[in-house]
């Protein structure tokens, strides 16, 4: 009787691999810091490593194809995002709107002309025009956890610079629908779709979800958390807090936004007003609460996101050349954005912490493999391997030019 | 184009359950607290009332069948017992540790002698002993979890009675290993398998694996968190303290125990005075790091437990007549068992904390659903919901029993 196999917990595995995942994270971001690079750069190397074990050794875990770790890192990056929304309010993002969206604007249009561009000159002559511009439109939305993270390690997340990188992050989410929308229509054009009706209810959707979260949000939560306040049980702050962002996160893919853009939004609606009464009696604000959250759920986010390029496909000569054109095209593009920020916003700051792409880069990629021209995938393989190579590089490029401009400040 | 698929987060119905169970939770915990009873009460009626609303109405989301749910449930208890663990420290065990093995004993020798007299008479005459004796043995292993949540919020983890609870069901844990072991050897002796050596074996790794860990595990964690102390990276002590949990977790189940024994030895050898360089720069000790994580997440973990109950096969008035019966005998033989605390320790708190009992039953219930005599399961569905039926009003009974007990002392 193999009485192991009863007391076997299912969970052993994953708590494994969960202590050899934050071992290495932090080591790979302790490596990272010693070479004056943020924490973020090394966990996504340390993603990458572990998924080139994992190709040479089998016997080493596979994190990318790991359910928990989609998870845990899913969830990570949701909590990252609502935190980062609690440090600024409505007030201050609002201020800070035309800047987001001149930044927003200009970094969607320049890296979609180069992008566009670089796909022309460097794909065989003959392939169509829509494979240049949807390749041009993979360019165009940041990943802003990244940035988050590192503008959190140097304490510049409630800078003006913090909040207009945010915001335009946030406004180029929208934009990044609006393209892929578009260019989907574009290839189904023949077989007759009408595009214009798509893009207007894409539209209204998501600005809809933003409005009625930012007016509705902020009516209604002071009531929801008052009543809270009245319970007699202990820690509800928590809970109730997450609970409200995760709420929001569901709402807002619900319209076709990036879950993330709704846990922002639920972190900027709840302001300490709100929760004071539950902040007190729990003797912890809710960002305090919230902190050992992002610190053990963000980094497996990181590590994943490296684990999930694929060594073999990337290391080709010809792909890493695509993806090195395409990634300095990318950067170039938002880095340019930057200056939309416009008097008083360090345009280096802005530009660099818009350079990172990445879920919304791999989501396109995703959509486009399913995409058919005349019978055949409008991205090869090799096409994938090399767009997504080109957003790794950009969330190696962007921490680390963040960074650099970060601490030239002081 | 279905553009709304595309940018569908698989996560989301994932962020919208954990919204909806934090709500409910908390909730329900509210109005268990209103009636006087411990929140984890009205925890585990969520739970079970959720199942039953999904039974009525599938359009409600099945908590007991989700993965995201089985894993951050688990990893819920997980942090839970490495969080009372870290209140505690390895001399102050040794100090009750007379007393725990006492408890344990009696209360593992007491409850399995009552319910194989209670199953003894109520299953139909020709039911074979071993049958009986195996259900005697589901009652044996507390479920610690569940008494631990409740000293926790009577601020009683660190009292005398609180140690000398959670010291038996450690050695509850081993002794019900060897009952799963020598019940199925029984079973199985049919066949001309060897008992003794098998026994030793599993009474070995398991007493080995325990002197192990608090031997050279409180050698070796010194020194391995004072180089921690010298990372220039930040949020490392949260990361490496889990990390540590987890992995002496995964070793614990290695060695045939549940995963939470290896999470709480884990907090027990953790000292204060080998984190105290991390503690002081990141300005919070670990217990306020891992605390925010219990919170979120042991609540997931008990409406979980009450979710798996079937409310169909539990509410037959056979069933739940047998449930009854074999849940008073599991709470006598181990309120008797708290007299085994001896002097100055109030042997109405220890018992009733011994009370509850839960994944290991399971455990046990899900092992003897696989074991065979002469061709027939040795359990029928009829016994497995009685079993689990008598289960639940433990993990009922015991936590009102010891918040009542508790309460009378003040």
């Not at 993603?47 to 990570?76: I, K, N, Q, Y």
């Not at 009696?281 to 994943?304: G, I």
């Amino acid at each position: 009787m193999p009485f192991a196999l009863l007391m076997h917990d299912p969970l052993a595995g994953t708590l494994m691999l969960l202590a050899l995942l934050w071992l290495s994270a932090k080591l790979g971001g302790e490596l990272a810091v010693r070479m004056r690079l943020p924490a973020v750069t090394g966990e996504l190397a340390v993603g990458l490593a572990l998924t080139a074990l994992h190709r040479a050794w089998a016997l080493f875990p596979d994190v990318a194809a790991s359910p928990a770790m989609e998870l845990l890192g899913g969830l990570g990056v949701v909590v990252l995002m609502f935190a980062v929304g609690l440090e600024s309010t409505v007030p201050q993002m609002l201020k800070v709107g035309a800047a987001s969206l001149r930044v927003a604007l200009v970094g969607v249009v320049v890296p979609m002309a180069a992008g566009l561009a670089g796909a022309w000159l460097l794909l065989p002559k003959g392939s169509p025009f829509v494979l240049d511009l949807f390749i041009g439109a993979c360019l165009c939305a940041t990943s802003i956890g990244i940035s988050a993270q590192v503008l959190r390690e140097k304490g510049a997340s409630d800078s003006m610079e913090g909040r207009v990188i945010v915001g335009a992050a946030v406004i180029d989410d929208v934009l990044g629908l609006l393209v892929l929308v578009a260019v989907s229509g574009l290839v189904s054009a023949a077989s007759g779709g009408a595009l214009g009706p798509e893009l207007a209810k894409t539209l209204g959707l998501a600005l809809g979800f933003i409005a009625l979260a930012l007016t509705l949000g902020r009516l209604a939560t002071p009531r929801l958390f008052q009543l809270a306040s009245r319970f007699r049980g202990e820690q509800v702050l928590l809970p109730l807090g997450l609970g409200f962002a995760f709420l929001l996160a569901w709402l807002g893919n619900l319209a076709g936004l990036a879950s993330i853009v709704g846990a922002y939004a639920a972190g900027l609606i709840l302001e300490p007003a709100h929760i004071m009464d539950l902040e007190h009696r729990e003797q912890h604000t809710l960002e305090e609460l919230v902190h050992p959250l992002v610190t053990v759920l963000s980094p497996l986010f990181f590590v994943l996101m490296g684990a999930k390029v694929d060594p073999e496909a990337l290391f080709q000569p010809a792909t890493l050349g695509f993806a090195v054109v395409l990634a300095l095209l990318g950067v170039v593009g938002k880095y340019v954005a930057g200056y939309g920020g416009g008097r008083g916003v360090r345009a280096a700051v802005v530009g660099w912490g818009m350079v990172p792409r990445g879920e919304v880069g791999l989501i396109f990629v995703a959509a486009g493999a399913q995409l058919h021209m005349n019978g055949v995938p409008l991205l090869s393989a090799e096409a994938q391997a090399g767009i997504i190579g080109a957003l790794l590089l950009t969330t190696v490029a962007g921490p680390v030019g963040l960074g650099w401009v970060l601490r030239s400040r002081g």
